[in-house]
């Protein structure tokens, strides 16, 4: 039996248990499994994994994508790119980390902008662990964009410089919201910008995808924005994750 994962502290509902044991049933993959490791400290890594024979991938969840690092023999580009793993393929006893966000986030964008848009450039909320998988995959699409936070910083816009300055949001025409600002059950909650200087040129990409409309989304919606919530990317990223598995 072909043994996978997921690791991380504490795991209640899984998305990715669900949506691979579907994965399992609904294509007849017979000799797989997948399951959930609570893991309260990466310092039990090490032993979780010499226990488990099978085990042939890891995904790596909250609060361990960074501390995973020293544990593993190799970080393919993607996880260097980001700094984090959120996928470790298991194999030969040699443990690869790699990071399917980036994968999930720059495929999705690539769908969803149209090609006559790609010469915009970006507004990224937030900068934690999804904002760097973003920012990489940004980078690589040659999209330029600015970070901001509610910490202004040498690098970083706060949400008070960018009301101060109505000119930014004209010029960047891709938001991202990163932050986990409106994920249910906090439904009322959006990222705080002037959302009516937004116009039918403006794409917003929530990488939140509960509900499957946020305030963020709707506030950009009624400006006539075009909006996408981050379940796509949620999804393309677990398939990535089994390729990888199956490379
Ligand atoms: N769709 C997908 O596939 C996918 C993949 C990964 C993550 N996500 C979602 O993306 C979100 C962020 O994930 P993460 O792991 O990066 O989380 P995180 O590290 O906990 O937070 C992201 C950043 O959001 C900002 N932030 C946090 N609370 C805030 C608040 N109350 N108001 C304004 N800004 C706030 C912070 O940046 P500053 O301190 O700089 O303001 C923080 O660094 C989560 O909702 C997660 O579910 C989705």
Known sequence: MRLFGLIGYPLGHSFSKKYFSEKFNREDIADARYELFELPEIAGFKSLVDCLPELEGLNVTIPHKQAVIPYLDVLEESAKKV???????????????????????????????????????ALVLGTGGASKAVSAALKDL???????????????????????????????????????????????????????????????????????????????????????????????QAEKAWEIWNS
Not at 149 to 167: D, I, N, V, W
Not at 173 to 185: D, E, F, W
Not at 205 to 222: H, I
């Open 83 to 121: 700094g984090a793993v959120n996928v470790i393929r298991l194999q030969n006893g040699r443990l690869t980390g790699y990071n399917s966000d980036y994968f999930g986030f720059k495929r999705s964008l690539e769908q969803w902008l149209p090609k006559s848009r790609r010469e915009l450039q």
């Open 142 to 236: 040659n999209i330029p964009f600015q970070l901001v936070s509610r910490t202004a910083g040498p690098q970083l816009l706060s949400y008070q410089a960018l009301k101060a300055q109505p000119e930014l949001l004209k010029e960047h025409q891709l938001i991202i919201n990163t932050t986990p600002l409106g994920t249910a059950p906090h439904t009322e909650e959006a990222p705080p910008l002037d959302y009516q200087l937004l116009t039918h040129q403006h794409f917003l990409y929530d990488l939140v995808y509960n509900p499957a409309k946020t305030r963020f989304m709707q506030l950009g919606e009624a400006q006539g924005a075009q909006v996408k919530n981050g379940l796509e990317m949620l999804q393309l």
